[in-house]
């Protein structure tokens, strides 16, 4: 699966539209207090964000679906506090015209406070008189966001108060299990639970007929459910694990650090692996480097994605 620069035709593609942590890469602070020692924030900034893979805003991928009608359908995982630079940036360069269905992992800010921007890749409609996106999530999600969110949820106008042009979704609850899965823009998508610290549940998901695909955005361990479900010993082996890995080195307690990363990838044995949600500690070339060394002495592929990474894939 190499990456490709261009919108491919009539084939299915992945794009990272982000894949940093909730802080996203430069990290402020190594900007505004510029004597701590960091070489990978000032460096973030040097060069034009599409031409350094250390700029990373908050992980989110874009399945750009494209069945054998050869009608091409844009699925987002996501919708973080970076959505509207992951748009500019990225819908321009490879030409994603819309958005057809959102699928969220969780409730937290750098999945779900850019869906106020929803409404900025939706027609324009001055009276919201407009088909909504659906939206999937689970009902705990779906509390949360309401709270977050409740002009988004709302469907009627309060007495007195005026109508305002707001993003028009269609809320679809999923359930949190690996048994139940549900299709979003004509693709089957398998709830993947995981523990996101010991006392929260995320999703990541299964798709993928052709090429089966995990994408798993925030882990800090598997249930042996779910990791039987993805693994070469259990279910049958991925061709694609994308994978949640914080920090470079030592253990944080609701993600997976490199070292825990790399033994989940062992264990679970893809065909190949990319990297998501790293903070500044990740430089992208040293560290692929490494991570090729890694990869030739255990057989499998992995590597540090980037954002505007585009792979072109068989769904």
Known sequence: MAAEDHNGGGRS????????????VPNAMCLIQPSNPCDVCPQALSTPPDQNPN??????????????????????????????????????RYKIPRIDSIILTHE?????????DIRAVQPYSPTNDIDPTPIYL???????????????VKKKVEEGKELRRVAQLDWRIIEENCETSFVASGLQFIPLP????????????????????????DVSRFPASTEHVISKDGAGQLDLLILDTLYKTGSHNVH??????????KR?????????????????????????????????PVQLAHDGLRIPIDL
């Not at 937290?108 to 106020?116: F, K, P, Q, T, Y």
């Open 13 to 24: 593609a992945l794009i990272f539209l982000g894949t940093g942590c909730s802080s996203a």
């Open 55 to 92: 700029y990373r805003c908050n992980t989110s991928l874009l399945i750009d679906y494209c069945p054998s009608d050869g009608k091409h359908s844009y699925i987002l995982i996501d919708v973080g506090k970076t959505f509207r630079e992951q748009v500019i940036r990225w819908f321009t």
């Open 108 to 116: 937290h800010a750098d999945a779900v406070l850019g869906l106020d």
């Open 138 to 152: 689970t009902q705990y999600a779906m509390e949360s966001i309401a709270e977050k969110f409740s002009y988004l």
């Open 194 to 217: 995981v523990m996101h610290g010991e006392d929260y549940v995320c999703l990541g998901y299964l798709f993928g007929e052709r090429c089966r695909i995990a994408y798993i955005s």
């Open 256 to 265: 997976l650090c490199l070292p825990q990363t790399l033994e989940a990838v």
């Open 268 to 300: 679970i044995c893809p065909k190949q692996a990319l990297l998501i949600g790293m903070t500044h500690q990740f430089d992208h070339h040293k560290d692929n480097k490494l991570l090729t060394e890694w990869s030739e002495r255990e057989g499998i």
